[in-house]
């Protein structure tokens, strides 16, 4: 949607899927950088926007994305109708810039449909139970399309991105980054909040809860590419029993740059002293990560924990004010770390790839600072500088390039 021929284009794809008999909803994003424009034009006057304001003015750039898509389609014979969130009755929570879906009538929808009408609404948005309009917050289009399909019960969510679908890594670090077919939604929901970029962690959360087959594909692509061909591209998310669990160990390595350590030391070890050290922490809206408590020695423990790089300043100065009440010797930490993950739901009957990836590790001479795991999912935390060699290393290891 970054232009009009762009969304001619869209209008040629969209016209595509319904000729070959398809009922379809399209919910397009706002049009490339628009979102960040009325944004800034909000803090121009106020420079910290209401939230309620701020949704009425974010809300308006799908609004026109929508109008124009539908005079596109229109002006190819195609009868498309457009509506906002409200419209269709989109209902939200009243947290107002991260609102969250409740539920959807899908009863003005369906009946344009059965009229053979395209239907086009906008995403990122909806109506609190006051009729005020609130936003989903960033990626907020994708959840959007994923909730109507979960409504819809549609055969498939197609999203429409500019990656041609999800990759064994990020292509820009490891060349040999091999695209894949299908991957599950458990494991795009690791790969999601660990770092990968392509959806944002709550569509695939809502995909995986509703069981809504989603599919990502390149909007890039030839728009009149043959059926066929369009339909089984891209990577598609699905269901761990539609799998093959012997296909793979590993799906891919994920890795997040910007993160950063922090050790209390000296701390009492006593009941309660994890909630005095987080509670403060979680109270500044402070997200943390991987926890590790060392065993006690005469009492004390130290303490160590992750927090995304941005607000490292901000958890350190906390504790140095918390530190005393505490009883802790000194708070320290490292803000040039990264953290890199294996992520596979192979893993759940294979044994050997935690070995496999220490070791690798060790080969390259990176030392590990951290480890956190989970069923699907090993995650280390070493030097930023040693990220993309170990990434790469990793990916080779458990030959990710190879289908």
């Not at 750039?61 to 419209?87: C, F, H, I, N, P």
């Amino acid at each position: 949607m970054g232009s009009t021929d762009r969304i001619k284009n869209v209008a040629a794809r969209v016209a595509k899927w319904h000729d070959a008999g398809h009922q379809i909803i399209v919910v397009p994003s706002a049009m490339a950088g628009e979102t960040n424009r009325l944004i800034g034009l909000a803090k121009d006057i106020m420079s910290q926007p209401d939230p309620r304001e701020l949704d009425m003015i974010a809300s308006t750039g799908e609004q026109v994305s929508v109008g124009l898509l539908a005079m596109a389609l229109l002006a190819r014979g195609k009868d498309a109708v457009s509506y906002t969130g409200w419209q269709v009755g989109i209902k939200t929570d009243s947290a107002f810039t991260k609102a969250r879906i409740q539920s959807i009538d899908d009863t003005r929808v369906r009946s344009d449909l059965e009229s053979g009408k395209i239907v086009i609404i906008t995403g990122f948005q909806g109506v609190d139970d006051e009729g005020n309009i609130s936003t989903l917050g960033r990626g907020g289009s994708d959840t959007s399309a994923v909730a109507i399909a979960a409504a819809m019960k549609a055969d498939e969510c197609l999203i429409y991105t500019d990656v041609d679908g999800v990759y064994t890594t990020d292509p820009r670090v490891v060349e040999e980054a091999r695209r894949l077919t299908k991957i599950t939604f458990e494991e795009m929901l690791e790969l999601a909040s660990l770092g990968s970029k392509v959806l944002q962690t709550r569509s695939v959360e809502f995909a995986g809860n509703y069981r809504v087959p989603t599919r990502v594909l390149s909007s890039l692509t030839d728009p009149l590419m043959p059926l066929e061909e369009e339909a089984n591209s891209g990577t598609l998310i699905s269901f761990e029993e539609e799998t093959n669990m012997e296909q793979a160990v590993i799906s891919g390595i994920a890795f997040q740059r910007d993160e950063a350590k922090i050790t209390i030391l000296g701390v009492p070890d006593k009941p309660g002293v994890a909630f005095q050290i987080l509670g403060p922490i979680a109270d500044a809206n402070i997200e943390v990560d991987m926890i590790v408590q060392n065993i006690s020695v005469d009492g004390k423990t130290d303490f160590t924990f992750t927090v995304p790089r941005n607000d490292y300043q901000k958890a350190v100065s906390i504790l140095e004010g918390v530190k005393t009440e505490l009883g802790a010797q000194r708070v320290t930490g490292d803000a040039k770390v990264s953290k890199v993950s294996a992520v596979g739901v192979g893993m759940r009957s294979h044994v050997g790839v935690a070995s496999q990836m220490f070791r690798t590790l060790s080969q390259e001479g990176i030392n590990i600072m951290m480890i956190s795991t989970s069923e699907i999912k090993i995650s280390v935390l070493i030097d930023e500088k040693y990220m993309e060699l170990a990434v790469r290393a990793l990916h080779r290891a458990f030959e990710l390039e190879q289908a």
